[in-house]
Each structure stands twice: as structure tokens, then as C-alpha cells.
């Protein structure tokens, strides 16, 4: 059974530094990985898609990173802004059954 | 473009009765997948619906249910509300397949059950 694991649970950084965040997943039959952010009692934006045969993805300020092997993607923040503010999760669709499963998330709070 | 609607945004039930929300897909998707967010279990999924039939299902019992139109549009339901289904209950739309491409989520339809 597929477990994915965000750690921290929370965090919190002063602005301008740069962070990482980080989703484990425990099956590697994996179509791809997802990183999206929610604001708080919002819907999801969609931030990355790193298929399955990529390494790393990059968006402006993001870059995700994924390591099939070890279970293991990153998603890297430059120079924070408290506009950055949400709660980011990643999500594996599974080659298997054919479902998404979601990390319970990172609270990130940017500290003014 | 318009992006995923869902209506209606908050509703407040008792335990017992039954529910209808509904979600209206980016024009063009075809996939609607429906989740449940509660804190002490996260995002979880539902169900996937593509072309009126159910691709998918998650790990609820039967008193969730959905369905889809020749429009796109979605709808689920649950029967014999508990207080356990007091949740953000987010629909996500896509092309063709929700484990293969990027996933539109709507705003939310939140759900109070005393």
C-alpha cells in the first residue's frame, strides 16, 4: 500500500531564504508526482508535474526534484516571499490501481 | 477560461439526511475526481468519473456515491450523513485521465453535519 509522508509538518522561515521541502513515498510504480499548494480552506493549484522519467521540473522560483529510487522528491523555494505562505502537498498516482494519493501536506509559514 | 466550479460553497446538515454537491469541469475536461480533506486524515479520494462512468473508486462506503452527465458535470452524494463526513469535499477536473495529467481542483464545498 502506497504511504506518502511530508516532513515538516510545518514551517516557518524569515523572507528571502531559500527552502526545501519534502515528500517520501514508499512504492516507486509511480505515473509521475505532483506538488501543489492550498490556501487555507481553498482548492489546490497545481505547481509541478514531474513525470516518472524526468529528474526535475522548474517553475519561476520552484524547482521540484524526483528520485524514483529512494522514494524521494524535493520541492525547492527561492528567495521566499510571504505570498508564499500555504500549505504544500505532494501527490502519487499510482501505476497500480490507478489512484492519487496525497501527503498530508507542509504548513509553511514566511516570516515579514 | 472559467475554472472548476463548485456549488454550493458551505452547507450545514444533520446527522442522517442526504446531500447533493455539484461540480462543473473546465470546458473541455472530460474527468471529474471528487475528494474528501478532513484534518486528521488529509486529501483523500473519492471517486473518478470519465465519459458518464466510473473509472475509479477509493476506500468509502457506499453511502458515497456520484455521477456524471453527458456534459461533464458531476455530482456526488451522500446518504445517512455522520457527523464523521463534516469535511472540504474538492472536485478536480482533467482532460482524459487524473493520474496521468495535471488536475484542476475548484474552491471547495464545505460541509458541516451536526
Known amino acids: 500500500k502506497q504511504e506518502v509522508t511530508q516532513i515538516p509538518a510545518a514551517l516557518s522561515v524569515p523572507e528571502g531564504e531559500n527552502l526545501v521541502l519534502n515528500c517520501s513515498f514508499t512504492d516507486s510504480a509511480i505515473y509521475n508526482l505532483q506538488w501543489f499548494r492550498q490556501d487555507h480552506g481553498k482548492g489546490l493549484t497545481s505547481l509541478l508535474l514531474i513525470q516518472s522519467s524526468q529528474r526535475e521540473q522548474t517553475s519561476g522560483r520552484l524547482n521540484a526534484s524526483l528520485d524514483k529510487s529512494s522514494g524521494r522528491s524535493t520541492l525547492y523555494i527561492a528567495a521566499s516571499q510571504p505570498g508564499d505562505s500555504a500549505t504544500y502537498l505532494c501527490a502519487v498516482p499510482m501505476n497500480r490501481d490507478d489512484k492519487i494519493i496525497f501527503g498530508k501536506g507542509t504548513r509553511l509559514h514566511i516570516l515579514p | 477560461k472559467a475554472g472548476v466550479t463548485q456549488t454550493p460553497r458551505y452547507l450545514i446538515k444533520t446527522r442522517g439526511q442526504q446531500v447533493t454537491l455539484s461540480c462543473s469541469p473546465i470546458s473541455g475536461h472530460r474527468s471529474v475526481s471528487w475528494y474528501q480533506q478532513t484534518p486528521g486524515q488529509g486529501l483523500q479520494f473519492l471517486f473518478e468519473y470519465f465519459s458518464e462512468t466510473q473509472r475509479n473508486k477509493g476506500n468509502f462506503p457506499g453511502r458515497f456515491s456520484g455521477r456524471q452527465f453527458s456534459n461533464s458535470r458531476s455530482e456526488m452524494n451522500v446518504s445517512t450523513l455522520e457527523l464523521g463526513d463534516s469535511a472540504l469535499y474538492l472536485c478536480?477536473?482533467?482532460?482524459?485521465?487524473?493520474?496521468?495529467?495535471?488536475?484542476?481542483f475548484g474552491p471547495g464545498t464545505r460541509l458541516l453535519v451536526l
Open positions: 478536480a477536473s482533467s482532460w482524459e485521465r487524473a493520474v496521468l495529467e495535471t488536475q484542476y
